[in-house]
C-alpha cells in the first residue's frame, strides 16, 4: 500500500541520499516543497518524491549543474519524466541481461 505522506528520512532513504541534500533542495528548487505540520516536520508527497526523482536523474545520469538542472526542470517536465522512466527502464533490463549472461557463462 502506497503512503500519502513520507517523513525526509524515508526519502533519503528511498533514494540513498542525505537528508541535508533534500533540504537544499528545497531552497533550489521552487517544485519541490513538501508539506510541514505545525513542529516544522516536513511530509513528502508522491509529487515531491517524482520531483526528487527527477532532480536526481538531471544531476546524476545526465550530469547536468543545478541550473542546468534547475532550468530542465521548469521548462520540460513532461518530456523529462519520460526520459527518466526510459532510462530507468533501461537500467533494469540491463541488470536482468547482465544477470542471463552471468549464467550462460
Not at 502506497?2 to 542525505?18: D, G, H
Not at 513528502?44 to 536526481?56: A, C
Not at 545526465?62 to 538542472?69: D, N
Request: no cysteine.
Amino acid at each position: 500500500m502506497e503512503k500519502l505522506y513520507y517523513s525526509i528520512s524515508e526519502v533519503a532513504e528511498m533514494f540513498n541520499i542525505n537528508q541535508s541534500n533534500l533540504r537544499f533542495w528545497e531552497k533550489e528548487f521552487k517544485q519541490l516543497k513538501p508539506k510541514r505540520n505545525k513542529g516544522n516536520t516536513r511530509f513528502y508527497t508522491n509529487e515531491d518524491i517524482q520531483t526528487v526523482k527527477m532532480i536526481i536523474f538531471l544531476v546524476e545520469d545526465k550530469k547536468l549543474t543545478l541550473e542546468g538542472a534547475k532550468l530542465q526542470l521548469s521548462q520540460k517536465k513532461e518530456s523529462l519524466i519520460k526520459q527518466q522512466e526510459l532510462v530507468e527502464r533501461l537500467k533494469v533490463m540491463r541488470t536482468e541481461l547482465l544477470a542471463i549472461a552471468k549464467e550462460i557463462d
